[in-house]
């Protein structure tokens, strides 16, 4: 294995967690009964330019032709990508002839504001089945893989963007390079990329490990970052620091021929991350305890509920949180089921664990003690829709960045932590 930014051979070893199926990879009932391949989760670090990367063994086409994930199921993400828009316009002075493309759009849940405002728009969606839900909502979409052949065809076809949007991709492609090329082949030559990808810091410095799967190939600071754009042409001038995904950068870059120098905020952001040690191998010597230590902390709160008697459930099936339940060993005699608002998962089974995926509802007519939030990263949004669980004394169990025990009426603010079951 070698760095897929530099080529560089000097991989070290951050955390390995065994072996897991691919996250989104749901099974059918009549799947239970055959075998389940699973890869290697190990991530390491480049010593030379400090990419943090897990080895390519799943293409995008595997995970993304079909996919599990509607971004329009968290109502909380469909607010973040309304507001980015509206604060986008204003910066960049977008209007009716302006033109906007978004890199792995989805169902359309960023692009529709777009569209609302009169703006131009475009989606390039790899997935199938998820492209059609937004071409349902009418948002234009395009079936494409970004490459720089794409970018290119897209450009000829439409015309250069003045604002190119990848949120939440950038961390998905195994080829850093010819999407960072895809990227500029997009963009105006006086025209902006925005990105937005979960920052290694808080993953390091908040141990949220079971965002580490095999869809994310990389782990972006902003020194990486920032090596990685300029390999495709672009240059990174400003960064923003995001609660999105357990803490998220936010970059803004522009073609390098007419970039300029970088802002204030992106030097602040690199000392920061010096100071934390992300910018040698060494820094990132603690992380793999800390990954035990919440491994240890959620078997031991599962293992004492059960000698209890009480019941615990799940709430959310994202793909982070079946890097969490494989790594944990986490069956059914454990976690009975788990729920989920998207009905494509309802009936189907988790990748490895085989815990069955429900619907919400089943959480009120079963009235468990405890419901495990496994998409802990949605902990305002999900611990308002989940208050009715206190209702019969039930608490909501937070598995990350601590193992905490939570009274849904009490709120985030007021809400509790308890020590034993």
Request: hydrophobic share 40%; glycine share 8%.
């Amino acid at each position: 294995m070698t760095c897929r930014l530099c080529g560089s051979a000097a991989l070290h070893s951050v955390v390995d967690l065994g072996a897991s199926p691919p996250c989104e990879h749901f099974l059918t009932a009549a799947e239970l009964d055959l075998p389940e391949q699973t890869f290697p989760l190990h991530l390491r670090v480049c010593a030379d330019c400090l990419l943090a990367q897990l080895p390519p063994l799943i293409t995008p086409e595997e995970t993304f032709t079909e996919y599990a994930y509607f971004s329009s199921f968290s109502t909380s993400w469909v607010a973040h990508a309304e507001k980015f828009v509206t604060e986008a316009a204003q910066r960049l002075g977008l209007d009716g002839d302006s033109f906007v493309v978004e890199v792995a759009s989805n169902d359309g849940y960023l692009l529709q504001h777009v569209l609302a405002r009169g703006i131009r728009c475009l989606g390039v969606e790899p997935s199938v089945n998820v492209g059609e839900a937004a071409r349902a909502k009418g948002v234009p979409t395009v079936t494409e893989f970004l490459s720089p052949e794409t970018g290119a065809k897209v450009r000829a076809e439409h015309g250069p963007a003045d604002l190119v949007v990848a949120n939440n991709v950038y961390a998905h492609i195994p080829d850093v390079l010819g999407f960072s090329q895809g990227l500029r082949a997009l963009v105006a030559e006086d025209g902006w990329v925005s990105i937005e990808v979960q920052h290694l810091l808080t993953l390091v410095q908040q141990t949220q490990y079971d965002t580490i799967y095999h869809e994310h190939f990389q782990y972006y600071t902003v020194a990486s970052a920032q090596r990685a754009l300029a390999s495709g042409g672009l240059t990174l001038l400003d960064v923003e620091l995001l609660p999105t995904h357990g803490g998220s950068i936010r970059l803004w870059a522009r073609p390098s021929e007419i970039a300029g120098e970088p802002g204030p905020r992106v030097a602040a952001i690199l000392e920061e991350e010096a100071a934390a040690g992300l910018h040698t191998v060494a820094g990132y010597g603690e992380f793999a305890r800390q990954v035990e230590r919440v491994r240890r902390d959620l078997l031991r709160f599962l293992l004492d509920a059960a000698e209890a008697g009480k019941t615990v459930v799940g709430y959310g099936a994202p793909g982070k949180g079946n890097t969490l339940l494989n790594h944990c060993g986490i069956r059914p005699d454990l976690l009975r089921y788990t729920v989920d608002r998207n009905p494509y998962k309802h009936g189907r089974f988790t990748p490895g664990t085989r815990i069955p995926v429900l619907p919400v509802e089943r959480i009120e007519a079963d009235r468990p003690d405890y419901v495990l939030v496994l998409p802990w990263n949605l902990r305002a949004e999900l611990t308002e829709q989940l208050r009715g669980v206190a209702e019969w004394g039930g608490r909501l169990v937070f598995p990350i960045p601590r193992l905490s025990i939570v009274d849904p009426a009490a709120g985030t603010a007021g809400g509790h932590n308890e020590v034993n079951p």
